[in-house]
């Protein structure tokens, strides 16, 4: 037997060592099984984020389903059957049971506390290749909220009936006789006679458009209210004023009174014989008080003579002496909307509230800031003393006196601008009464604009319609009622839609919101330039007061002018202002507002 080296032993073996040959089939076996679980985890995971996707969107669809469906007038706490059931119906019709071999798939709908929907979904997904690694079915569970936030939309116009309105779009001036109508209490009601093509017909017509244009273009589920308030020098919302935010007992109007006899004419005298007794009979007054039909009394003196019993009677013919001036008047009746007399006239007149106002207290300022405002700026003030009532108008019994602080005649020729001839002529101005927001149909909305007293008088005064835009609107103040949420809803998108045909135009002796401006100054000092741009002034900080409230404020300016004031710019909301030249605008534009609105979507 040859027996070998040691050394040479040991050479096969480093030679088997430094052999590589199949080394790599022997790695490739070592690695297939963590491979294959590596590929059979990805899969799957895919599966799963397939699943749970779909499930979702199922769950998603479910929720809303369920919401839009939902009974809003349920006050349990439990979602009603019929939103339940349309629920189910979603989520089965976007997930179908068996989908990818899923089991036990569940989906849970309930209602939420604040009347949304949420919902849990669940769904167990068998594995594929992780199932021979021992790897069990995955549970999967979603959860989602559907929010039907589909906005209730309140919309108050504010709406310029001026006699302008009275002209046509393209007329740069225009004059139009004055007319009269009845109004339902018998009374007299004065008007502009409107032309056949009138821009006041034209905002009837753009109205009923944007009517027509929310109701086709709002949600089923949306809840729609619109308000009204016609403005000129002031505004009619009297009687929509509770009866305990209005001043009721004296109020101080620039008005006129007897303070004595004046004569008329020469006296006339007569010479009889009589005796003492008989003699002073003749002396007095007839009437005794007061004056005849014709406005006059006679009053009649004595003298008799003794030595011969003569009487000598003096008779002269007496007429009123005015004293023209602010006067208290007693207006506990007048308030109550019942007849009351006339404290102006001698001839036994009476008159009726027609509901127009003069503001509460101000503060003639020519700046304002919004989180300051006077009492008649802030539309959120309780009435809850003299200083935050308001008073009723009484046009009658206002006159003009010239200059001066007050001023004796006994002609009577100053002009009682709130009865004819002055009163046509805008003067004094009461017409349609506000509107408060509530639901109302197009039936109602065309009765409302082509009442008898929904007409052209006045003067623009664009600060008086829009303190009670606001005021009637806003969230927090007196009518806070009328524009809050519906029950189980969000708070409504609230509008002012504010349209003119013109740019503010006060004048100091027109009686209106303010008084006649030339006597009250409540707002200016008595000059015209400094009180247009006074009234300018409050417009603005009232359209900042209503935009504070989350209140957008759409501006349509309607002529032939073909511009906008700053003032009125400023006054809208961003990117809410327009100008329409012509009726068809002015109709486009109302439409364009309406659709606009209508498209706004709430999210969370």
């Not at 389903?65 to 706490?77: P, Q």
């Not at 740069?172 to 008007?191: K, L």
């Not at 009649?300 to 008047?329: E, F, K, M």
Request: charged share 20%; hydrophobic share 35%.
């Amino acid at each position: 037997m040859a027996f070998r080296s040691k050394r040479n032993i040991g050479k096969p073996l480093a030679r088997l060592a430094r052999d590589t040959g199949g080394n790599t089939l022997a790695m490739m076996a070592a690695a297939l099984i963590p491979m294959s679980a590596m590929a059979g985890s990805a899969i799957d995971m895919a599966r799963l984020y397939v699943v749970k996707v779909r499930l979702q969107q199922a769950c998603d669809s479910g929720a809303l389903a369920g919401r839009k469906f939902m009974d809003d007038s349920n006050t349990s706490s439990t979602l009603d059957s019929t939103a339940a059931t349309r629920a189910q119906q979603f989520f089965t019709n976007n997930f179908e049971a068996g989908w990818v071999k899923t089991t036990a798939v569940s989906f849970t709908p309930s209602k939420t506390a604040d009347s949304q929907v949420s919902a849990v979904a669940t769904a167990t997904v068998p594995m594929t290749i992780m199932k021979m690694f021992g790897k069990d079915p995955v549970r999967l569970n979603v959860a989602c909220e559907a929010r039907f936030d589909v906005p209730d939309v309140d919309i108050m116009f504010v709406l310029d009936t001026t006699g302008s309105m009275a002209c046509a779009a393209a007329d740069v001036s225009c004059s139009q006789p004055n007319a009269t109508y009845t109004r339902a209490d018998g009374t007299t009601g004065y008007y502009v006679t409107e032309k056949s093509d009138a821009k006041i017909k034209a905002l009837r017509a753009g109205v009923l458009n944007f009517y027509d244009t929310m109701t086709n273009n709002s949600d089923p589920a949306t809840n729609l209210r619109y308000g009204f308030v016609p403005y000129t020098s002031t505004v009619n919302v009297g009687y929509v004023l509770p009866s305990s935010s209005l001043v009721n007992d004296t109020w101080s109007y620039q008005s006129r009174r007897v303070i004595g006899d004046s004569n008329s004419g020469l006296p006339t005298t007569s010479d009889v014989t009589t005796d003492t007794a008989t003699c002073n009979a003749y002396a007095g007054r007839s009437p005794a008080s007061g004056y005849d039909t014709s406005g006059t009394a006679v009053v009649t003196t004595v003298a008799h003579r003794t030595s011969d019993n003569r009487c000598l009677r003096t008779s002269q013919t007496v007429i009123p002496l005015w004293r023209y001036g602010p006067w208290d008047t007693d207006i506990s009746q007048y308030v109550t909307g019942a007849f009351t007399a006339d404290p102006t006239k001698i001839d036994g007149s009476t008159t009726r509230w027609q509901g127009c106002i003069e503001e509460r207290d101000t503060r003639p300022s020519a700046s304002f800031n919004v989180q300051n405002l006077p009492e008649d700026l802030d539309p959120d003030l309780a009435a809850t003393s003299r200083a935050t009532r308001w008073r009723p108008m009484w046009g009658e019994t206002i006159y003009y006196r010239g200059s001066g602080t007050q001023s004796v005649d006994s002609t009577g020729n100053y002009p009682n601008i709130g009865m004819a001839p002055y009163a046509p002529q805008g003067y004094v101005s009461c017409g349609k009464q506000a509107q408060r927001l509530a639901v109302q149909t197009r039936a109602e909305i065309n009765a409302y604009l082509n009442a008898a007293d929904f007409v052209p008088l006045g003067g623009t005064y664009h600060d008086v319609g829009m303190i009670w835009g606001t005021r009637l609107i806003s969230p927090t103040g007196l009518f806070a009622s009328d524009t809050a949420a519906w029950p189980n809803r969000n708070a409504p998108n609230r509008n002012i839609i504010f349209m003119t045909d013109g740019a503010m135009a006060p004048a100091l002796d027109i009686y209106g919101l303010y008084g006649m401006e030339r006597y009250d100054r409540r707002v200016a000092a008595g000059a015209s330039g400094q009180q247009l741009r006074r009234h300018n002034t409050r417009f603005v900080a009232e359209c900042e007061a209503a935009r504070a409230r989350n209140i957008t404020v759409w501006v349509i300016g309607f002529g032939a002018g073909g511009s906008m004031s700053p003032e009125m710019q400023n006054c809208a909301s961003p990117g809410r202002a327009y100008y329409a030249t012509d009726d068809a605008a002015l109709t486009a534009a109302f439409a364009n507002i309406a659709s606009q609105i209508a498209s706004l979507r709430l999210s969370r």
